[in-house]
């Protein structure tokens, strides 16, 4: 008797908790519109020119400045610069999504 009492009991928890995942899951379904879906396409466009740019940019620009009498610090400070504007302008794409 007292068995069967505590399996009922874990029956009643399994269901209990089983119900509330299920609540959860239901609050965190994404709920898109046309407004995120565009925001969404066009951080990634901008990202994705973003990396583009960094590929054609690293390759070439090294030589290309040396030739010209650059050192190799301003070298570095030219790809820094790029990554602390892209640093500091991510936020803010990412606050355009939500």
Known sequence: ???EETREEEIKESTKLISRAKSIKEKWQPNWNR??????VLVVLAQGGSVCSDSFLYPFFPEEALRRGLT?????VVFSSYEMARFVTS???????R
Request: no cysteine.
């Open 72 to 76: 190799q610090t301003y070298i570095g």
């Open 91 to 97: 936020p803010i794409a990412g606050s355009l999504v």
């Open 1 to 3: 008797m007292d068995m």
């Open 35 to 40: 407004r995120d879906m565009s925001l969404l």
